[in-house]
């Protein structure tokens, strides 16, 4: 085990049962997970380290949760949904009065506005909690907390198996690599395990398929070229970073057979609200007839609002986002460096959203549908 600190805990995963998908180092992992020596803190991978180093950070309580989601230590959008519903559990260890419980969750909830997953967790976890006794509270906060974790696992498991097969009917068409672009990160250290995006691409590559992804940088953060790059990487899938502007030449060229992208939030219409530049990819997609495919868990499902454009809230973070990058330097260490002339304004929205229109369907744990209110509700009848 790399972490040799935590060679212990490495030890526990490595020889659970096979239930966890990913591998550090034929290390077996997930996303979060609390330590099997106190029982109660919780331990998540520190996102803005990689992919210069692997740091396993351990969270004690409410406010370190809370600030591991807002610095983007964790994140993805079923990820800081588990994350919170643990922090609520840490939390609940210190007060677990109803007061004490609605503030605690209020603020982990509004930690970050837009991946609808984060009021989805929080949310799951007070219906349970209001109707338990408040000595029994911070106990049953941790076992819903691991529900959630369980199911996101099973979930994306069930996405990457639909996803696959429209990797194999395109590999069946012809000779040669499927080549998958994705935008941002939508992999296992977004979710709990798998990831949504990326699920079908591992299921793929471990069947032996001969796929290739596209994997956009993703500016301004680099999720693609920090994250996605990392991940694909690690599991050995053929992958070429490109510049954000690249995906219309590229698709011009038919040098993508696909799209497959996550998702923060989709209305029950079908519009999708992901990582900025994602509209751009499925205007080019859509222009050059390269299918453009949304991944889900229904977690990411919002089910109260209709129009994206309108309805869902877009995250705005700081402009030193835009204005620097972070890299890591000869000396290999990790540094950041402004690229703006002094004094230029930057603005930072974080998300955007891509209308129903141009995408051509959505893949969920139940199946495959066009993103439409008809699609979605035949998957899911009983939101209706
Ligand atoms: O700002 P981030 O890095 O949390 O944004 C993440 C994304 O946009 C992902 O594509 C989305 O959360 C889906 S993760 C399975």
């Known amino acids: 085990c790399r972490m040799f600190p935590y060679a212990p805990f490495c030890v526990f995963w490595l020889f659970d049962g096979g239930k966890y998908y990913m591998k550090i180092d034929n290390v077996s992992y997930r996303s979060v997970w609390v330590d099997t020596d106190d029982g109660w803190s919780v331990h998540i991978f ?20 809370a600030h591991a989601i807002r610095t983007m230590q964790v994140r993805g959008a079923p990820l800081i949904g588990a994350v919170a519903a643990y922090g609520l559990a840490l939390a609940l260890r210190h007060d677990s009065s109803d007061a004490a419980m609605e503030r605690d969750a209020a603020l982990l909830a509004a930690t970050r506005p837009t991946a609808v997953n984060l009021g989805w967790a929080i949310r799951r976890m007070l219906t349970r909690l209001r109707t338990t006794a408040v000595a029994d509270r911070a106990a ?12 996101d696992v099973i979930q994306n498991e069930a996405i990457g198996r639909q996803g696959l097969e429209l990797i194999v009917e395109i590999a069946a068409r012809r000779p040669g690599p499927v080549n998958i672009m994705t935008h941002c990160n939508a992999g296992w250290i ?3 395990d798998w990831g949504t995006a990326l699920a079908p691409i591992y299921m793929a590559h471990d069947r032996g398929i001969d796929v ?6 993703t500016r301004p953060r680099n999720q ?12 050995g899938v053929k992958h070429t ?31 999708v609200a992901n990582k900025i530049g994602t509209y751009l990819k499925a205007l080019a997609a859509y222009d050059n007839g390269v299918p453009f495919w949304v991944a889900l868990p229904s977690t990411t499902i919002d089910w109260t609002i209709s129009d994206g454009v309108k309805e869902i809230p877009i995250e705005e973070r700081s402009g030193r986002e835009v204005t620097h990058i972070q890299g890591r330097d ?7 460096v402004q690229l703006v002339p002094d004094g230029s304004a930057a603005a930072n929205p974080a998300f955007d959203v891509t209308p129903a229109r141009l995408v051509t369907g959505l893949i969920t744990e139940r199946g495959r549908c066009p993103a439409t209110a008809d699609g979605l509700c035949d998957l899911f009848p009983e939101y209706v």
Do not use: F, K
């Open 190 to 192: 977004a979710t709990v």
């Open 140 to 151: 049953a906060a941790y076992d819903e907390a691991g529900r959630i974790c369980d199911e």
């Open 224 to 235: 693609g070229a920090s994250l996605t790059a990392w991940e694909l990487g690690r599991h």
């Open 212 to 217: 290739h992804v596209w994997v956009d940088e």
């Open 46 to 65: 520190d996102q803005t380290r990689l992919p210069w180093s692997l740091d396993i950070l351990r969270l004690t309580g409410r406010d370190q949760v």
């Open 330 to 336: 000869q000396a290999g260490h990790v540094t950041s």
């Open 241 to 271: 970073v490109i510049a954000d502007n690249a995906g219309g030449h590229l698709m011009q060229h038919g040098q993508v057979d696909m799209v497959i992208v996550g998702t923060d939030r989709v209305t029950r219409t079908g519009d």
